[in-house]
């Protein structure tokens, strides 16, 4: 059996690895290659998960966007409902105080008095409105200094 001295054994390289040839430590010609076809695969591998990503993404915008379009649905049907029974609610209330006023003021008297309450309620409402509409114009005006408003 031969003595580790007498007989010089290279060691077994792996794959990557070669003995020294006179290059940098740790580098062979071939290994510029490998990098250079390895940073593109990365660069080809970002190019996928980038799409893949945007595919993703995109999908849940859509699927995103159908549950708002749906919901915007069930808001405006709710809201056109509630509207119209507020409106039957107040015919009825409307009728309700001519009827019970009219023991008391005639059904004449009644009526003018209920068609009254509610013109002045509107003139009061339209007058908001108006004053929200100056004011909303006075802040949108880009040539001059906002006005004050009156309450």
């Not at 020294?20 to 990098?35: I, L, Q, Y």
């Not at 808001?75 to 019970?100: H, K, N, Q």
């Amino acid at each position: 059996m031969p003595s580790p001295d007498e007989d010089e054994v290279e060691p077994i390289h792996g794959v990557g690895d070669q003995p020294d040839s006179g290059t940098p430590e740790g580098t062979s010609p071939s290994d510029d290659a490998e990098e250079a076809r390895s940073l593109l695969e990365d660069l080809e591998y970002l190019i996928a998960d980038a799409r893949i990503w945007i595919d993703a993404e995109m999908s849940f915008q859509k699927s995103r966007a159908a549950l708002v379009a749906n919901r915007i649905k069930i808001v405006i049907a709710a809201f056109a409902v509630a509207a119209l029974l507020a409106v039957l609610a107040l015919i009825g209330l409307t009728v309700g105080l001519i009827i019970a006023l009219t023991p008391l003021i005639t059904a004449w008297g009644a009526t003018a008095v209920v068609v009254v309450l509610l013109l002045l309620v509107a003139w009061f409402l339209v007058k908001r409105a108006a004053l929200a509409i100056r004011e909303i114009q006075a802040a949108t005006r880009t040539d001059a200094a906002p006005e004050e408003t009156e309450e």
